[in-house]
């Protein structure tokens, strides 16, 4: 069954506590993808991981880090959460050479109060 | 990376056929135009590819101008459940970063 899974889908946390958002696949994919979702401004891209321990900046990595230890899984952490990171998150996979074909997981909708 | 111009919004009926346009007048050769859609509350999910003149698939049909600056994306028969955010996307084959714009909303009414 072709899924990307997202843990946990909701989550609220006080400011400067830590996050940890994890996201596997059960497809053998590749490449890792987490994105986040703010109202009005589509979807950014936080970090690509290519491979494990073979991870790389996207768009808006500030404030962010990521774990790839295994190929299924892939984590998003954040170290002292802020309020303007409140937001949803999308973990995606693909196969290398698939092109841009991504498969999104369900998202986690993160607060930070 | 080639920017892309969706309408923001559209509106339809069930039933009807639905034709999302996206302008991508800067598009290099090396690029591809990718459509994916976003129900509420759930991932992004890929509906089709192209390149040059037409595509098809089980969920859609893709028509990309000679000059492949517009491509328009049409949806057979539209229902509630095709109600969505649909988001044209332009970039390298194997480039890894798609970035998404806030696309196309698409509203079905019964």
């Known amino acids: 069954d072709m899924k990307v899974t997202q843990m946990p889908r909701y989550l609220i946390k006080r400011m400067g506590e830590n996050v940890l958002l994890e996201c596997g696949q059960d497809m053998s994919h590749e490449t890792m993808y987490w994105y986040r979702q703010d109202p009005g401004l589509g979807l950014q891209l936080i970090y690509i991981s290519y491979d494990v321990d073979s991870n790389s900046e996207g768009d808006i990595p500030k404030g962010y880090r990521v774990s790839r230890k295994k190929r299924e899984h892939f984590s998003l952490i954040l170290d002292s959460a802020k309020t303007n990171q409140t937001s949803v998150y999308f973990c995606?996979?693909?196969?290398?050479?698939?092109?841009?074909?991504?498969?999104f997981g369900e998202g986690s909708r993160l607060i930070v109060v | 990376l080639a920017k892309t111009t969706q309408p923001p919004s559209m509106e339809a009926y069930e039933g009807q056929e639905v034709n999302v346009s996206c302008s991508h007048t800067?598009?290099?050769?090396?690029?591809?135009i990718y459509w994916y859609r976003q129900v509420p509350h759930q991932g992004p999910q890929f509906i089709i590819q192209g390149y040059k003149d037409y595509v098809v698939n089980e969920v859609a049909s893709l028509f990309i101008s000679a000059d492949r600056k517009l491509s328009t994306l049409s949806l057979p028969w539209v229902s509630l459940r095709d109600a969505a955010v649909y988001y044209c996307?332009?970039?390298?084959?194997?480039?890894?970063?798609?970035?998404f714009g806030t696309g196309t909303s698409l509203l079905v009414d019964p």
């Open positions: 800067n598009i290099a050769t090396s690029e591809y």
């Open positions: 995606a996979s693909s196969f290398t050479n698939s092109g841009n074909t991504l498969y």
């Open positions: 996307i332009v970039t390298d084959r194997v480039g890894y970063k798609l970035t």
